[in-house]
């Protein structure tokens, strides 16, 4: 019997918009965005202008560090437009595509019989190295870096997350060839991890070339990081890299058919949408293909990725790299009187403020509203109950907004990322932005650490 890794502490929140499993019909998106902001740390160099015309595969911007990292077009057809902020930083890349799909070609082969240095200079030709990142500091891998083991987590605990047994199907052949290209790159092993609950796809259990592991419990124990703490925890000085297993499935077509196929599955999520199901779309899509006629008309607020730790977007705005889910929640744009004396049946509580604790099946339609203000940063022990990594949460944070780096360093920084606190910032009496806060001290580590 294999091992089951138990994870206790947590909290699955049981939100109403699941995605059901078939697929849904969807025309293509007219427009393409690449975002630099996807990519925590990069200093984008434009490798194009307007007008320029790209093929799949084709360099749209590069790291101004390192400029052998590139950020390659999911799709051939002509750059429209490339949007700026303050101080003119990049936003976003923006490609309108051709009818017909046109691919740069890369080398194909089976990386079994590839030497480390050709699947990595492969995976940064094709703009498909970004797809590794590493911990600690949650960043894209650094090229020559050799990690101590690589992670994939074959199952999401995130509210309305994917199914990836679902999405794996039909794509088997190319996971393993991407798992196999992983396990050259590691002086160790390939760990996919899939939940002990319900049966995983036999691409994930029967997988050649790396070790299958077992976890049971609430979210977040689909997160990688309480993962590797289990498995293989991350000291001072080491690194880990952490792949989702859609991109282990784009990177074993690159090496099966010699192009950046960004081709993915994504679930349509939310109590807003009409009908939740998954559909088949190109990576950076604009998600007002999927969000056209299948919302409600009331007022939505559109997220790239989970309720807990996507990225707000527009309603014609574009679906992020690592995504693989839209969500549509309600704004929190209204208030109620007293709402708090309420008896709360319908009202979603971890603390059983409401009377709805009694109803532990119940989906709720949750909005946006922060339901109160900012108070004080205080000691309650409620971030403990939902935080199962053998770490202070309070005392890391408040090394960090003292930043005291010895401190931080003391009480296991390495270890984690902003999703890990994702939980705790929505139990929080204080309404703190913990995954904010989380970033400021990754960074500063960073900083002090290079």
């Known amino acids: 019997m294999p091992k089951v890794f138990k994870i206790r502490k947590g909290l699955n929140i049981n939100l109403a918009g699941k995605a059901d499993k078939f697929f849904g019909k969807t025309n293509p998106s007219e427009f393409y965005g690449v975002k630099p902001a996807d990519f925590h740390g990069l200093v984008p160099r434009l490798e194009v202008r307007e007008g320029s015309v790209v093929k799949a595969g084709s360099p ?64 940064l030709k094709s703009g498909l190295w970004p797809c590794l990142r590493q911990r600690p500091y949650n960043i894209i891998a650094v090229p020559h870096d050799i990690p101590k083991s690589v992670f994939v987590s074959a199952f999401d605990t995130a509210p309305l997350a994917p199914d990836y047994d679902f999405i794996v199907q039909g794509a088997e052949a190319d996971f393993q060839t991407g798992i196999n290209a992983l396990s050259r790159l590691t002086s160790g092993k390939v760990h996919i991890n899939v939940s002990d609950e319900y049966p995983a796809s036999p691409a994930f259990t029967k997988a050649l070339n790396a070790q299958t592991n077992y976890f049971r419990g609430p979210h977040p124990a689909g997160n990688p990081s309480v993962q590797i703490q289990r498995i293989d925890p991350i000291n001072k000085g080491e690194v880990v890299w952490v792949v989702s ?33 998954y559909y088949r779309i190109i990576g950076g899509a604009s998600i007002k293909s999927l969000t056209d006629g299948n919302v409600s008309k009331s007022v939505h607020r559109y997220i790239s990725g989970n309720a807990l730790t996507g990225t707000r977007v527009s309603h014609n705005g574009f679906i992020g790299f690592y995504d693989a889910q839209i969500t549509v929640l309600p704004e929190g744009d209204h208030y109620e009187f007293l709402g708090w004396a ?11 403020s409401f009377w709805s604790w009694l109803f532990t099946d119940r989906q709720y339609k949750l909005d946006t509203n922060l339901n109160g203000g900012h108070r004080p940063f205080v000691l309650t022990g409620l971030y403990e109950k939902v935080f199962p990594m053998n770490i202070y949460p309070m005392q890391l944070l408040k090394a960090i907004i003292a930043e005291d780096v010895d401190q931080m360093e003391r009480l296991g920084i390495y270890e984690v990322v902003e999703e890990d606190f994702a939980l705790c910032e929505f139990v929080c009496p204080s309404k703190t932005e913990m995954q904010v806060l989380l970033r400021k001290g990754l960074d500063l580590m960073k900083q002090e650490m290079s």
């Open 60 to 123: 749209l911007f590069v790291d101004k560090n390192n400029p052998e990292l590139r950020f390659t077009s999911p799709v051939s057809g002509t750059v429209t437009s490339i949007n700026r902020g303050e101080r003119r930083v990049i936003l976003e890349v923006i490609v309108k595509a051709d009818n017909t799909l046109e691919y740069e070609s890369f080398r194909t082969g089976n990386p079994l019989a590839m030497s480390r240095e050709e699947i990595t200079d492969n995976l």
């Open 342 to 352: 309420s008896p709360g049946f319908n009202k979603y509580s971890f603390s059983r």
């Open 245 to 277: 297993p859609q991109d282990v499935i784009t990177i074993g077509r690159l090496f099966t058919k010699g192009v950046y196929d960004a081709s993915k599955l994504i679930a349509m999520t939310g109590s807003e949408v009409n009908n939740p199901r």
